[in-house]
């Protein structure tokens, strides 16, 4: 079991960066693939990016893909998300949370669907001039 607290949200203007830290309270996340998810007022919970449990490969969805950065360093038990070139439509609360494991010819990779912890308080982005 692993409880995640998410933390480094604020407020950017356009253009800004912003690095949020996912750590792993009451357990760890060296055992799990993480993702970060986003929900924006009004709309859906979604999930932008994952990286995997080893080999530190990553996924990322069209809308963030070379903007965001997702790493990990198990020995501080966390989870980051570099966040670069933000725009308005970034504005969201941010979670983290375990994704599946996918195993396929190139090793080790995941998923970005929620699987068993998450949902924590989250960190609030807002992105305005």
């Known amino acids: 079991q692993v409880r995640l607290v998410e933390s480094g949200g604020g407020l950017a203007q356009p253009g800004g960066s912003l690095r949020l830290s996912c750590v792993g309270t009451?357990?760890?996340?060296?055992?799990?693939?993480m993702g970060w998810f986003r929900q924006a007022p009004g709309k859906e919970r979604e999930g932008i990016s994952c990286?995997?449990?080893?080999?530190?490969?990553?996924v990322y969805v069209d809308s963030v893909k070379g903007r965001f950065t997702v790493s990990r360093d198990d020995a501080k038990n966390t989870v980051y998300l570099q966040m670069n070139s933000l725009k308005p439509e970034d504005t969201a609360v941010y979670y983290c949370?375990?994704?599946?494991?996918?195993?396929?010819?190139?090793?080790?990779?995941?998923?970005?669907?929620?699987?068993?912890?998450?949902w924590g308080q989250g960190t609030q982005v807002t992105v305005s001039s």
């Open positions: 949370a375990t994704v599946p494991t996918v195993i396929d010819h190139s090793g080790f990779g995941c998923s970005i669907v929620p699987s068993g912890y998450g």
């Open positions: 009451e357990g760890t996340v060296a055992g799990y693939a």
């Open positions: 990286i995997s449990v080893r080999d530190d490969k990553t």
